[in-house]
């Protein structure tokens, strides 16, 4: 069992810059691929990045690249996503994922892991 907690969401304007933190407990982290989710209201949940278990190789949606940069640090449990040039459409709950296996996921049914989830609201 893995417990994921996301924290580091909050209100910013557009422009503005946002770091995510998933903090992992229970079985081993590194030995899982992981990834960061968001759900905008009336919408499905989204791939937003993943990284795999090394943290050697990561993959981000077209909507984030060159604005979002996904890491992970194994000795702190920790996953990050660090968001730079926040825009309105990015407003989201952003949820931290461990897959089922070691390698990058982009599909939701790939994780097995889930945290709550953290709210970012970007105002324009």
């Known amino acids: 069992q893995v417990r994921l907690v996301e924290s580091g969401g909050g209100l910013v304007q557009a422009g503005g810059s946002l770091r995510l933190s998933c903090i992992a407990s229970?079985?081993?982290?590194?030995?899982?691929?992981m990834g960061w989710f968001r759900q905008s209201p009336g919408k499905e949940r989204e791939f937003v990045a993943t990284?795999?278990?090394?943290?050697?190789?990561?993959i981000h949606s077209d909507s984030v690249v060159g604005r979002f940069q996904i890491s992970r640090n194994d000795n702190k449990n920790a996953l990050y996503l660090q968001m730079n040039n926040l825009k309105p459409e990015d407003t989201a709950i952003y949820y931290c994922?461990?897959?089922?296996?070691?390698?990058?996921?982009?599909?939701?049914?790939?994780?097995?892991?889930w945290g709550q989830g953290t709210q970012v609201t970007v105002s324009s």
């Open positions: 229970g079985r081993t982290f590194s030995s899982y691929a």
């Open positions: 994922g461990a897959a089922s296996s070691a390698y990058r996921a982009t599909s939701e049914r790939d994780y097995i892991y």
């Open positions: 990284i795999d278990w090394h943290g050697e190789s990561a």
